[in-house]
C-alpha cells in the first residue's frame, strides 16, 4: 500500500487510543492488542521503510549530513526553542516516528537501583518514588524478555534479580582488558553491560553484524527497537497509524474524563479518535506540551495539571568523560557499543553528590572513514591521508559516564507562545539548567576516571567536565508520578490524578532519574500501566 | 595491497546496496557493469590518486563499486557523471588533457585546483562541493569503509561494514 492509500480515518470502537508508537507506546499496544481489545495507536512521524537502514547509516558517516538527517528530524514539525541556562538540542536527542527513539538509541538496558526509588528518604534529594524496586522487579524481568536482552549476572552492585538474562552477554572487548589491569591495580570492579542487542540470533532478528554505527541506526535490526513490538502488535490486531499528529485531548463535560483525542493527517485534515482508555507514550517533552496544549475551561493550566507539575521537574543525565592516546594499539570502533562499565561508585551516594556510572568505550576517537571524508583533516588523499589515518585511529582509548540530575521545578518544559509549529500549535520551550550537586558529581566522577586513565598510562588529551558537560538524551520527570494530586502528575498505577482514564507511559513519570540510562525503566513501567489499564477495562 | 571484486562487494555492502557474496550477485553486477552515462575511466583515474599508493587493482574495484552505486539510482548516477565531467573539463582547461590521461601529479593538482581537497561535500551545491560529493567522498567512502581499505590503516573491520563481533575482542597481536 502507498502512503496515499494509507487510511487515516478514527476506528470506530477504540478500547485504547494510544499516543506515540515508541518503546512504551509500542509494548502497550501488543500488550493489549494480545488480551483482545481494539487498539488504536497514533505516531506523529513516519513509518521508516527497514530496507532504507543502510543508506541511513551512510548519512550518519558521511559529513554532507547532519545528525538530525539520519531520521529525516527537524523542520517545522519539530520546532522547539530554549529558555535555560544551558542549551538542550532537543531534535539530535528524539526520533519521531514508528519505533520512536529507540531507532536511534545505543540500546544499554539497566535496572534502577534500590536507592533511587528512596531518594529522598537516604539522602534528602528530591522525592521518593511511590513505588519501590520491589514493585517493578517482575516488570523488570518481563521488560529484559520483550526487548532481548543479553547480559550477564556479574555486576555485584546491581539490585537483586531472580532470572538469567534472556541471551549471553557479548564478550568484553580488547580495550576492556587493557583497563582491566588499571582497574585492578586501583580495586575497581568491572563488570558487563547488558544491552538491547542480539549477541545471537533472538526473536526472528539476526546477532549482531558489527557495523559499528548503532547509535544512531543498526542496519541488521539485531539492536532492539520498538518496530518490533510494533509489529506484534499489529500482528495481534492492533492498528497503528503514521503521520498523525495529536493536536489536543478532548474531555467530557464534566472534565473528569478523556473523550478523544484530536489528530491531523498529512494533509491537514483533523479527525477525532474516540476510545475508553488512552494512555500517552509520546515521551518527557510532547506529553507535557499535549497536556499544556489541551487546556480548557475546566483545567485553565492544561490537562491533569491541577499540580502544576506538568512540564516541571525535567531532567536528563550528565555525561562526564575523557579520553586521550595510549602508546599501543586499542582496536577501536568495530563495534557501536559498551561491553564493560564499572557501577561500583553508584550508591555512594550523599547529601552533596548524586549516583554516577563509568563506561568503559570502544568507539574512541575517530574512524578511518571519518577521517577521510573530513575536509578537516590536513591530508586530502592518498598515502598522506592514509598515513594521518594510521597517527589518529590506533592508539585513541576514552571513558564515559553518566552522572545524575535531581528533580528541580525550574527545569521544565513550557509552551512557547511565540513560536508555532506546522500546525499552528506552540512549539516546547526547554529550561534547562545544572546545580551544584550534579557538577560536584561530575567531578567525581572524573577524579575516578583519571585515576583510572593515569593507571594506564594514557596520555589524556580531551575531558567532558562540569563546565563543558552536556546531556545524554534521556527525557524524565515532566510528569512525575506520586501519591499527592497536590504534586504529582500520576498516581502509582500511572494514571492521571485528574482524568479517570488517562495512563502515562512514559519516563516523564520518573520521580528521581539515577544515573542509568532509562529505557529498561520506561518499558517495565509500560507493561504495569498495561496491566493497569487491563484491569480497568 | 591488491583490490579485488570482492572487496568491491564487500564495499557495497557498506552503502545500502545488497548484494549476496555468491555467484550470481558477481553475475548480477557484469549485467550493468556499462554505464553510459558515467566516466569510468576518469573515476578509476581519480581513484589512483585518492587511494594509497601501494593499492593495485584499483580498476575492478572502481568498476564493480560503481555499477552496483548506480544500478537503479538514476538521479545518483546523474550526479556522478555530471561531477565527473566537470573533472575532465578542468582538466583540458588547465592540463590540455583528458584527465585519465594526466599523469599523478597533474591529476592531483587538478582536483586540487578545484578545491576538492578543501570544500565540504554538497551534492546540491557548486561543481567543486558536488566532485567532493560524487567522486572524491564516494571514492574514500568505498575504500574506508571496506576491510581492505581498513586494514591498511589498522582495522579489518571498519565502522559501516558488516564484520561481525570476534574481531573487537582481538588483540592487535592476535
Redesign the interface.
Known sequence: MSQGDVDRTPSPRSDVCIVGAGPAGALVAHRLASEGYDVVVLEAGPRFDPD????R??RH????HGPEDVWDMGGPRDAYTNAGEEHYPLNAARVKGVGGTTLHWQGMVFRLHESDFERRSRHGVGRDWPIGYDDLQPYYAEAEAELGVAGADDNPFAPPRAEPFPMPA?????SD?LFAEACEELGIAMHSAPNARN?EAHDGRS???????CKPVC??GAKYDATVHVAKAEAEGARVIDRVPVQRIEHDRSGETVEAVVYATPDGTEHRQEARQFVLAAGGIEIPRLLLLSRSTQHPDGLANSSGAVGRYFMDHLFAGMGGELD??T?Q????FI?SESHQFYDDVDESVGPYKLEFL?YAGQ????V??S?ESEA????A??EE??DT??NRIAMGGLCGQPPRAENRVTLDPDVTDDHGNPVPEIHWSLGDRERRTIEAANETQAAIMNELGVDVDWVTDAATTGPAFHHMGTTRMGTDPDESVVNPRLRTHDLDNCWIASASTFVTGGALNPTLTIAALALRAADAVDAEL | MELTRRDALAALA?????VGAGAAALSHLDDRRAEPDVDVDTLVAVAE??????VTGVREFVETFVAGRTADRPDYRAGMADALAVVDERAERWFDGPFATLDREDR?AT??QLG????????EGRPPGRV??YV??EL??A???SPA??S????E?????????T??????DA
Not at chain 1, 586530502?380 to 598515502?383: K, R
Not at chain 2, 590518486?49 to 601501494?54: A, D, K, R, T
Not at chain 2, 576538492?116 to 551534492?123: E, L, M, Y
Not at chain 2, 573491520?157 to 563481533?165: A, F, K, L
Request: proline fraction near 12%.
Open positions: 532504507d537502514r543502510l543508506e547509516m551512510e558517516i558521511r559529513p554532507s557479548f564478550r568484553p572487548s580488547y582488558s549477541s546477532a549482531c553484524q558489527g557495523y559499528g554505527t542496519p541488521s599501543a594499539p582496536r570502533k568495530h563495534v557501536g561491553t570502544n574512524s578511518p572513514v571519518n577521510a571524508l575536509t586530502a588523499w592518498g598515502d591521508l592514509a589515518i594510521r585511529y590506533g | 557498506s552503502t545500502g546496496i545488497v590518486v585518492l587511494y594509497p599508493s601501494e592531483d582536483l586540487r576538492a581537497d578543501a570544500i565540504p561535500p554538497d551534492p567532493r560529493y572524491v567522498n574514500l567512502y575504500f574506508y569503509t581499505g581498513g591498511l590503516v589498522g582495522t573491520n571498519p565502522i559501516g561494514h558488516p564484520g561481525g563481533t574481531s573487537y575482542q582481538r588483540g592487535p
